[in-house]
């Protein structure tokens, strides 16, 4: 009954783990769970308020398709201030969080069989939002050398006539490097020269480490076929108020337009309320935050390293670490590839972290440090064990 669309993708890879740590935890085990997505700090007070403020005040209806335009016009104010580019409010389109923002630009710009190619590791949604497009997604290998950053020449090797889009996650999601501004410079226009249409997935840009210098898309001043993706989520603490948006190129936003009056409308009325607020109130708490999760980075990274046969990139941004965990899985016959000791390490040591290949990259696991210090201490103390009873 279901149509060859949904049958041609896959349910969130995610979904074996979370399904365990959930049977364990309902069995009274203490599961420390690395797959979060989302940061553990509660949303800020004053952006709260801003949403009871809104039913108050019974800001509780239907607004412009596109979203508030007082919340568009903050949107624009924050790239003037950061980047020193203007938007207009119409190059601007508020949706229920950067996924949709993601997959509403897809739905607007591809067409039967088109390409669009996908670093990998990938953010899990990236291929299967191409296919539900009716694209296709082409995976472009990168190199451990590289950091997992994508080169010219690989991206170019991935290209033919059917070729669309790119979209690029800087900061990484899964790996957490950052591309410097010339890295990111010379991607951007090789890939408008090649007529690709470039998306830009910025949503962890408040989370840099290291006095790494993050540099947007937007800095470059190129509009045309350029879409950066954004949101309130991770930089607030506001996953579930689902506010993300897109900005960029007018021609395809007022594409995406069409597309949410048709699907969704606009997003929740209270939560871009409380986005406002976000992006307009007081910011000490974005630098608070970030700090939080660079001690904790430290702190993974550090016992991470200890661990002899692990290797992973520094991460300098988001809040995950990816982990090659190859050279155990040679030395183990009890363990044959990531999912195996993803499944192993939550039933025997009772630690949840994400299979590599749910992001295209076999032989790695991810861990999300968005927990306490005290759970990541734990958990670094259970896996460092685990990892010594499998060889
Ligand atoms: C790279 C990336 N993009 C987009 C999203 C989705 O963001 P939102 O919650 O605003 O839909 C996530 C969430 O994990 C993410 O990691």
């Known amino acids: 009954m279901l149509s060859s669309k949904i049958e041609n993708i896959e349910l969130s890879g995610t979904m074996e783990v979370s399904a365990k740590t959930f049977e364990l935890r309902s069995k009274g085990i203490d599961v420390i769970d690395l797959c979060v997505g989302e940061p553990d700090l509660p949303t800020p007070e004053n952006i709260k308020k801003a949403g009871i403020n809104a039913i108050d005040h019974d800001k509780t209806k239907y607004t412009i398709n596109t979203g508030i335009k007082e919340l568009r016009q903050a949107i624009a104010d924050k790239y003037k201030n950061e980047w020193g580019i203007d938007f207009s409010i119409d190059e601007i389109i508020v949706s229920n969080g950067a996924k949709q923002s993601i997959y509403n630009v897809l739905q607007t710009i591809i067409n039967e069989n088109e390409e ?76 408008i020269e090649k007529n690709l249409v470039v998306i830009c997935d910025e949503i962890y840009e408040k989370l840099i480490y290291n006095k790494t210098e993050f540099t947007s898309v937007a800095s470059f001043g190129k509009k045309e076929n350029v879409i ?98 190859k050279k155990v899985l040679e030395k183990s016959d009890k363990i044959a590839d990531s999912e195996e000791f993803c499944m192993k390490l939550l039933n025997e040591a009772y630690v949840a972290t994400v299979p590599g290949s749910v992001f295209g990259k076999a032989g790695y696991i991810r861990i999300s440090y968005a927990k306490s210090n005290k759970e990541l201490t734990e958990a670094m103390i259970r896996l460092k064990e685990f990892v010594n009873t499998i060889i």
């Open 116 to 191: 669009v190619l996908i670093p990998a590791p990938y953010y899990v949604s990236y291929p299967h939002m191409v296919k539900l497009a009716g694209g296709k997604p082409v995976i472009v290998e990168t190199k451990r050398i590289n950091q997992y950053k994508p080169t010219i020449d690989e991206i170019a090797s991935y290209i033919s006539p059917k070729s669309k889009a790119i979209i690029l996650c800087n900061p990484n999601n899964p790996t957490g490097t950052v591309l410097t501004k010339k890295e990111l410079e010379t991607i951007v226009n090789f890939s």
């Open 228 to 325: 950066i993706i954004n949101g309130v989520s991770k930089t607030y603490s506001m996953t579930g108020w689902r506010i993300g948006y897109a900005i960029g190129s007018k021609n395809i936003v007022s594409g995406m337009n069409k597309l949410q009056s048709h699907s969704t409308s606009n997003a929740c009325t209270i939560s871009q309320f409380a986005s406002l607020e976000a992006l307009t109130g007081d910011q000490a708490l974005v630098e608070q935050q970030r700090i939080i999760f660079e001690e904790r980075r430290n702190l993974v990274y550090n016992a991470l390293k200890e661990i002899e046969l692990f290797s992973c990139v520094e991460p300098k941004g988001a809040f995950y670490i990816f982990v090659d965990i």
